[in-house]
C-alpha cells in the first residue's frame, strides 16, 4: 500500500462547527473565601480547549481586569465567587482581552509591573489585542509574551 494510498483510506471528514468563538471563564475553588480561574476558547458547544489558568494569589492580583470582562459581558461582577459552579459565558473581545491579560502577567511578581502591564493592555484598541492574542497563542508565544512585556513594561 502507498502513502497516497493510506492517507485516503484514514481520511476523516471535518465537520464545520456552527457557533461563534467565545470565551468561558470558570471559577476553581482555592482555600477559605479564595479563588482561581480558568479560562477557556469555545466554539459552539462542543469545542473548548483551555487558554491559561491561574492560581488564587495571580487572580487577586488581576482582580480589576477580571472584574471588567464580565462586567462587559454583561453580566454582574457579584457572579464571580469562589461558591461559583457554572462558568460564565464572556465575549470574544473581552475574553481576548482578559486572556492577554493573565498571559501577560502570568510570570511577574513584582505589583508596579503587573499594573503597568494590565493598563497597557487596557489602553489597546480591540485590533491590537487581537493580534496579540495570536502572537501569544501561537507558535512562538513565550518569545511573543516576553516582547509584549517589555513594551508594557519595561523597567
Known sequence: MTLLQRSRSVQR?????????????????????????????????????????????????????????????GHAPSLLAFTRREPIQLTEADGVRLALVLLATQPVTKHPRVRALVAGINSMSTEETYYWYSKCIGVEANRARRALRTLLADD
Open 13 to 73: 471528514s471535518l465537520l464545520p462547527v456552527t457557533g461563534a468563538r467565545a470565551f468561558r471563564l470558570k471559577v476553581i475553588h482555592g482555600r477559605g473565601d479564595t479563588y482561581g480561574i480558568s479560562l477557556e476558547e469555545t466554539y459552539g458547544d462542543t469545542l473548548a480547549a483551555t487558554v491559561t489558568r491561574a492560581t488564587p494569589g495571580q487572580t487577586g492580583r488581576i482582580v480589576d481586569a477580571l472584574f471588567a470582562a464580565v462586567r462587559n459581558s
